[in-house]
């Protein structure tokens, strides 16, 4: 019983304290950002980002389009880091912050993967990700959002990378950065799998 409690709370009772990770960004990088500049400002931001991202893929403008990419995606890595070591933890920022991810990905994963590498693989990524979000709404209904989960996280960085990766080759038409961007898609989907475990089962537990 107490090793199922232990792996159910994995990267979510500690998902609001600061990880190394989060310590090394503020102290070399958030720094950057004034105080007045909340993490909910990035995570708006990568709302606001998606369609012009969605806009230079699509017409093949891909080294704007990478650029544009990179920054969206490190606000994700930012906003994260920020709200946990300045105590900026909202719930508004817990919801949103997946959500905009989701967006992000989504938007761009429809150009870049379906155009170069199946329709197939992104209608597995798409179906996860609707899952996960009715299991979330389902079963934390009224009991609280703990945010993004360690599987989650991890998820999102190999999506991120095997798109970064797809646009890379779409700029140089190396095959060994495509097949690893597959190979980062494929990773991503099996986090993703995890991830949508861990929210039923969690959820279920609260």
Not at 162 to 171: K, R
Not at 178 to 195: E, M, Q, R
């Amino acid at each position: 019983m107490l090793l199922k409690k232990a792996f159910l709370n994995i990267g979510v009772k500690k998902a609001e304290t600061p990880n190394p990770i989060d310590r090394f960004l503020e102290r070399y990088v958030l720094i950057i950002f004034p105080s007045y500049i909340k993490p909910n400002h990035l995570t708006f931001f990568r709302y606001l980002s998606v369609p012009f991202i969605f806009y230079l893929l699509f017409f093949q403008y891909y080294l704007a389009g990478l650029i544009a990419f990179t920054i969206s995606v490190l606000t994700d890595l930012f906003d994260g880091a920020m709200a946990r070591t300045r105590r900026q933890i909202t719930f508004w920022g817990k919801v949103n912050d997946p959500l905009a991810d989701k967006l992000l990905i989504g938007i761009v994963g429809a150009v870049m993967i379906i155009r170069y590498v199946s329709l197939e693989i992104m209608f597995i990524i798409i179906f996860l990700e609707v899952l996960t979000i009715t299991i979330v709404a389902f079963l934390y209904d009224r009991k609280g959002n703990p945010g993004s989960i360690l599987p989650g996280k991890i998820k999102m960085v190999f999506q991120s990378l095997g798109v970064l990766l797809l646009t890379l080759f779409a700029l140089n038409n190396s095959l060994i950065i495509l097949d690893l961007a597959v190979i980062s898609l494929y990773i991503s989907i099996l986090f993703s799998t995890i991830n949508v475990l861990f929210c039923f089962f969690v959820g279920k537990s609260l």
